[in-house]
Every structure is written in structure tokens, then in C-alpha cells.
């Protein structure tokens, strides 16, 4: 099994481009989320779904939209991309949405530049 | 905001020691995660203590939680220069079920 995967690895944009990040993961978990970490920081949560066919905002979502797409795969997208933009994106998947939550598991990460 | 803070934010040792790191938080939790980054890596996930537990391990882990102070310690024993990450602990609160981030310790461990 692959785990989480996501494309691209590495992408540098200019101020007000668009762009799709990309997550699948191969586990059968039903929820998914989009990180956003800053250097020397923690990680922030932009958007999750707890389940296909639900989205919800997290703790930064300005400037962003996703999209869960199937079961596997939850999409985040930069409509008009600014330089507070930059960071590393990572996804993540948990297997169960409960008031306990659960561990999640993270893809590698996406490197962002907005120049 | 950042729910967990942790504490150190960088330890450096020398092999075969213990590392300790430290997390507090504000809110009531359902439970406290600890999870590594290794250098452009993704997090993995090392061990989940829910808030009726006080204590637990894992290999060489230690885990503790105490609700009243509200804090938590993960111990690592006989250190090895692969445990070199960061580790970043993560609470759940009790009013809902995400997961927030501490800003994390770096550790290093010398060979």
C-alpha cells in the first residue's frame, strides 16, 4: 500500500496563479485533511472532510477551496495564490470521525514557493 | 492559536541517553498525540493517551499525561542518533474531534 500520496512535491508559482494540490490515499479511511506548516511552526489545519461528500473549514481556510472528489482522493486549491501562501502542504487521512478522533496519517508534503 | 506548546523547542544529546520533551495545552481533551518529522518529511504518528489514561509505553516510549496540570511528557530512552526529528504533540478537544498542533521540539541526537 502506498499510504498517502500526493503530487506535486515541489511547485513554485507567481502572485495570483491558480493551482490543484493532490491527495489520494489507498486505505479505505473515511476522513481526510489539508495542513498547512510554516517554518518553526506546527501544523495548522486549512480544510477536512469527515466523510465523503462533507468539507469544513479548519483553522486558516481563507484563500482556499477543496474538494473531496471520491472516497480517496480530497483536493485543495490556490484560486489566486499570495506570497502568505508559502508554506508546505501535507495531507492526511484517518480511518473514523469520532469525538475521540483518531490517529491520522500524513503524505510527504508539497513544497509551495509564491513568488 | 496553537493548543499544545511544547517544551523544549531543541534538545541536543549524545546517544544512549534519555530525551525528554514536554507539552502543555489549554482545553479540555479527549486525547494527547505524539507524532515525529523527520527533515522534509511527513509526520508519522508514535503514540495516542486518552485522557483517562496517566501512562504508556511503547518500545522504547514513554508516555504521560496528567489532565489536572495539563500537560504531557514523552520520554524516549536509550536515544539513538536515528531519533534525530522533530516531535510535535496533538490534542483532540473535547468539544470536537480535530487534531491541533503544538510548534514542536527538535531533537538532535549526536552519535
Known amino acids: 500500500n502506498a499510504g498517502v500520496t500526493q503530487t506535486p512535491k515541489f511547485q513554485v508559482l507567481k502572485t495570483g496563479q491558480s493551482m490543484t494540490l493532490q491527495c489520494a490515499q489507498d486505505?479505505?479511511?473515511?476522513?481526510m485533511y489539508w495542513y498547512r506548516q510554516d517554518p518553526g511552526m506546527g501544523l495548522r489545519l486549512i480544510y477536512y472532510?469527515?466523510?465523503?461528500?462533507?468539507?469544513d473549514k479548519g483553522e486558516v481556510p481563507n484563500g482556499y477551496n477543496v474538494s473531496r472528489l471520491n472516497k480517496r482522493e480530497f483536493s485543495l486549491r490556490l484560486e489566486s495564490a499570495a506570497p502568505s501562501q508559502t508554506s508546505v502542504y501535507f495531507c492526511a487521512s484517518s480511518g473514523l470521525w469520532s469525538p475521540e478522533g483518531d490517529e491520522q496519517f500524513f503524505g510527504p508534503g508539497t513544497r509551495l514557493t509564491v513568488l | 492559536s496553537q493548543q499544545g506548546e511544547e517544551d523544549p523547542q531543541a534538545l541536543s544529546i549524545q546517544e544512549g541517553e534519555n530525551a525528554t520533551m514536554n507539552c502543555s495545552y489549554k482545553?479540555?481533551?479527549?486525547?494527547l498525540q505524539w507524532y515525529r518529522q523527520n527533515s522534509g518529511r511527513g509526520l508519522v504518528h508514535l503514540i495516542l493517551?486518552?485522557?483517562?489514561?496517566r501512562e504508556k509505553h511503547s518500545g522504547r516510549l514513554r508516555v504521560t499525561l496528567d489532565t489536572s496540570k495539563k500537560s504531557s511528557s514523552l520520554l524516549i530512552t536509550a536515544s539513538r542518533a536515528a531519533d534525530t526529528a522533530s516531535y510535535f504533540c496533538a490534542t483532540v478537544e473535547t468539544s470536537g474531534s480535530r487534531l491541533t498542533f503544538g510548534e514542536g521540539t527538535q531533537l538532535t541526537v549526536n552519535p
Open positions: 472532510s469527515a466523510s465523503e461528500g462533507t468539507t
Open positions: 482545553t479540555s481533551i479527549n486525547n
Open positions: 493517551i486518552r485522557s483517562n489514561e
Open positions: 486505505m479505505n479511511h473515511n476522513s
